[in-house]
């Protein structure tokens, strides 16, 4: 029969009487924890902000091989008989839901810094427009075809220079009016700049576009369009959809992030669960007669180790509850990186989800597992005599 335990009660009294002691212990955890649900805030920021970018109803057509857009490529013929497919939406004007799109990368100055960094570029059209619905102008206006006039991502008007409403970028040869910025919902469009699909070619001498985006009218057809897409000897090209498309340009990224955030997590809390395990010996030295009381009382070894065992759970429980509690205040930040795959600036936002909530405080619980263990071991194993006679 499991012995009688001693009351929760009792314990976290025990905590509240050493406060000092405990907010220390406590606040070296907290930090771990901090930095280990960054980490996995960062990443989950990274790849929410790429998926979002896409939508399920819409299908990305790129070169075979191409791991993004900027190495891909494909002529004007295969970009007209992907609009030959059958059961492509239409955009209720008489046409289809197609846009073909040049994509570069550019470099402009940071506002802050004034360090340059990638910037992805992209020709598009209405059409394109009406292919993402969660864009919406916030200032100015919509590029009108056929001119030198562009359009940015809030994230790229706010961080680059020349990129604001009615300022003036010069590349390609050309001087660029911005006439709109537009909010993408925190995607990775936020991050881009966008022209005249035909524009950029002529400006960027280029002759195939990037990408061919297009809505069917079933999404449940896209299997046997993939099909005869992929199956059509004049093509060499792949079609997938530009939820999937997102998803994998935020794989190699968030891993490294979360490889290089874990590491850092475990290295440091080495620290902390020594610093915990020093804390619960010193409070096992300085209760050595309260213990031996206890065990004179009649509990048995094993509620003096549970006891001590649930103190040092409660204060990591406290050091995780902490950090966690400072992490969340990163989702008011935000930050930008270089995507791997694109070699451009992402924008994105810290998230918090309950998941990545659990597994901070399961690592902190972990922590004060591991170094209460041995302390309460050490406590348990102490004779009912020897307490008493140092008591």
Avoid at 114 to 120: E, R, V
Avoid at 139 to 160: D, L, N, Y
Avoid at 222 to 251: G, H, I, N
Wanted: hydrophobic letters at 50%.
């Amino acid at each position: 029969m499991w012995p009688e335990l001693l009351p929760f009660s009792y314990i976290a009294r025990n905590l509240w009487v050493r406060r000092v002691t405990t907010m220390l212990t406590a606040g070296g955890m907290a930090l771990v924890v901090y930095v280990f649900a960054t980490v996995l805030m960062m990443g989950e920021g990274i790849r929410a902000t790429l998926v979002a970018t896409g939508r399920p109803d819409n299908v990305m057509v790129l070169r075979k091989g191409a791991g993004a857009e900027i190495n891909s490529s494909i002529s004007r013929g295969q970009a007209a008989i992907i609009e030959s497919l059958p059961g492509l939406a239409n955009n209720g004007q008489g046409g289809k839901l197609v846009s073909r799109e040049p994509v570069v990368l550019n470099t402009l100055p940071k506002r802050a810094s004034g360090k340059p960094s990638n910037i992805t570029v992209r020709g598009t059209s209405a059409t394109g427009l009406a292919l993402r619905p969660q864009v919406r102008f916030i200032k100015g206006r919509m590029f009108r075809p056929g001119t030198s006039e562009i359009v940015a991502g809030q994230s790229v008007a706010r961080g680059f220079v020349g990129a604001g409403l009615g300022e003036t970028l010069k590349f390609a040869g050309r001087e660029w009016l911005v006439v709109g910025v537009f909010d993408a919902n925190r995607s990775g469009f936020d991050s881009e700049i966008w022209g005249d699909s035909e524009q950029m070619m002529q400006a960027f001498r280029r002759s195939n576009y990037s990408s061919v985006i297009f809505r069917l009218n079933d999404p449940g057809t896209f299997e046997p369009t993939r099909a005869a897409l992929e199956d059509d000897p004049r093509l060499t090209l792949e079609a997938k959809p530009e939820v999937q498309f997102y998803a994998e340009q935020s794989e190699l990224l968030s891993t490294f992030i979360r490889l290089l955030g874990l590491s850092l997590s475990i290295i440091f809390s080495i620290g902390a669960i020594v610093g915990a395990m020093i804390t619960m010996f010193a409070t096992v030295a300085a209760r050595v007669g309260e213990i031996g009381t206890l065990r004179a009382l009649g509990f048995r070894r094993n509620a003096v180790l549970m006891s001590f065992l649930t103190e040092s759970l409660l204060l990591s429980l406290v050091g995780g509850v902490m950090g966690l509690g400072a992490a969340s205040l990163m989702q008011a930040v935000n930050i930008s990186t270089v995507n791997f795959k694109t070699f451009s600036e992402l924008a994105f936002q810290f998230r918090l989800t309950p998941m990545i909530a659990l597994q901070s405080l399961l690592f902190a619980l972990a922590m004060g597992l591991l170094g209460g263990f041995i302390p309460a071991w050490r406590a348990a194993r102490l004779k009912i005599v020897d307490c008493l006679r140092e008591a």
